[in-house]
């Protein structure tokens, strides 16, 4: 069994912590926002995109259609999702390296697993994160994230830098989509019955945010093999 009572499986995990604290909003049956989640590990992670970015920076990929995407995106971790005229698909090597995508830093797999454990997925290990950078403009048109191996494991999104709004549909891409703001430090993560709604992010706005500028950095945690 790997979904239990969210709230008891927190605190056994992590008694005193003051993570057990921190707010839980529900958006679907086993879909939950976690406001400020990530604040704690902030500094943390801002040093760690730094050194991903580094090592595999940020490119726009292409759709098999041939759309340049207006969001550009790395990886980290032992695969990674790509984009290309052949499809989309998780890969071992950053195709414009041609080397292993970098490691999973020690604060995304921390970060991801507390949130995981806390919307109630205790077996959560990511072995592929996403690292999405919004500009003013860049946006996420609906589609649901098919690409895993197995669809019981959860899916764990950390919002940084300016807000946008997230939009949560339905399992039939013609169901309307709800509007969700998230700001900096949210965390958002879904699974089970919600794992495979369609969402998307709508086009950012300009605004202004100490660290991250005009920009929206989002990391996607999945157990993609
Ligand atoms: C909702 N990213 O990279 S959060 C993506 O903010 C993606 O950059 C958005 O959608 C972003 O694929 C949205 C991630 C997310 C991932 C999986 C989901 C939201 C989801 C699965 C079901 C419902
Ligand atoms: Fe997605």
């Not at 902030?42 to 041939?66: K, Y």
């Not at 759309?67 to 695969?79: D, E, I, L, R």
């Not at 949210?186 to 495979?196: F, I, K, M």
């Not at 709604?197 to 093999?225: D, W």
Request: proline share 7%; hydrophobic share 40%; charged share 20%.
């Amino acid at each position: 069994m790997t979904h239990t009572d969210p709230a008891k499986v927190t605190m056994d995990l992590f008694p005193g912590s003051t993570i057990y604290e921190s707010k839980r909003e529900q958006i679907g049956a086993e879909a939950f926002v976690l406001r400020g989640f990530a604040q704690d590990y902030e500094a943390d992670l801002i040093q760690a995109i730094a050194n991903v970015t580094s090592n595999a920076p940020f490119r726009h990929m292409v759709t098999p259609g041939g759309f340049t995407m207006s969001v550009a995106m790395t990886n980290c971790g032992s695969y990674g999702w790509v984009s290309d005229r052949k499809g989309y698909r998780y890969s071992a090597l950053d195709p414009v390296s041609q080397t292993p995508w970098p490691a999973m830093p020690a604060s995304f797999l921390d970060l991801s697993r507390h949130a995981a454990a806390k919307a109630g997925f205790v077996t959560f290990a990511s072995d592929a994160c996403l690292v999405n950078c919004y500009e003013p403009g860049s946006r996420l048109s609906l589609h649901q994230d098919k690409d895993e191996l197995d669809f019981d494991q959860p899916i764990v999104s950390v919002s940084l830098g300016v807000p946008a709004v997230f939009l949560f549909g339905g399992l039939s891409r013609k169901d309307k989509p709800e509007r969700i703001p998230l700001f900096h430090g949210d965390v958002v993560v879904w699974g089970g019955a919600d794992r495979l709604r369609y969402h998307g992010i709508l086009p950012l706005k300009e605004s202004h945010h100490p660290h991250f500028g005009k920009q929206r950095i989002n990391l996607t945690f999945r157990k993609a093999v």
